[in-house]
């Protein structure tokens, strides 16, 4: 299993950013998956989830009608919209799989998310 997120930065607060995750090593569609980050000096925290399909999603409250989650089957790949951006969405951003509803069983290495005037 291999999930490689992309697309992290630094940028200003009220940017916008799109996080991609690129999967390979197993069936892609047949897997929920997951958005999480962590923050200097704190724990993992899970931001998003996405059903096998696409028609269900999961948003932790902090990134409610900012963040978008999204998967092309096809392409194997998982994405964030990230807009709005604050201070607090300062992590490191990683990708993850699992059963949707339940919580990841595999997270990949991450992508830094630098939100700073």
């Known amino acids: 299993v291999q999930l490689q997120a992309s697309g992290g930065g630094l940028v200003q607060p009220g940017s916008s950013l799109r996080l991609s995750c690129a999967a390979s090593?197993?069936?892609?569609?047949?897997?929920?998956m997951y958005w999480a980050r962590q923050a200097p000096g704190k724990g993992l925290e899970l931001v998003s989830s996405?059903?096998?399909?696409?028609?269900?999603?999961y948003y932790t409250d902090s990134v409610k009608d900012r963040f978008t989650i999204s998967r092309d089957n096809a392409k194997n790949t998982l994405y964030l919209q990230m807009n709005s951006l604050k201070s607090e969405d300062t992590a490191v951003y990683y990708c993850?799989?699992?059963?949707?509803?339940?919580?990841?069983?595999?997270r990949g290495k991450g992508t830094q998310v630098t939100v700073s005037s």
């Open positions: 993850g799989k699992g059963l949707f509803g339940s919580q990841m069983d595999y």
């Open positions: 090593g197993f069936t892609f569609s047949d897997w929920g």
């Open positions: 996405i059903n096998v399909r696409g028609t269900s999603t």
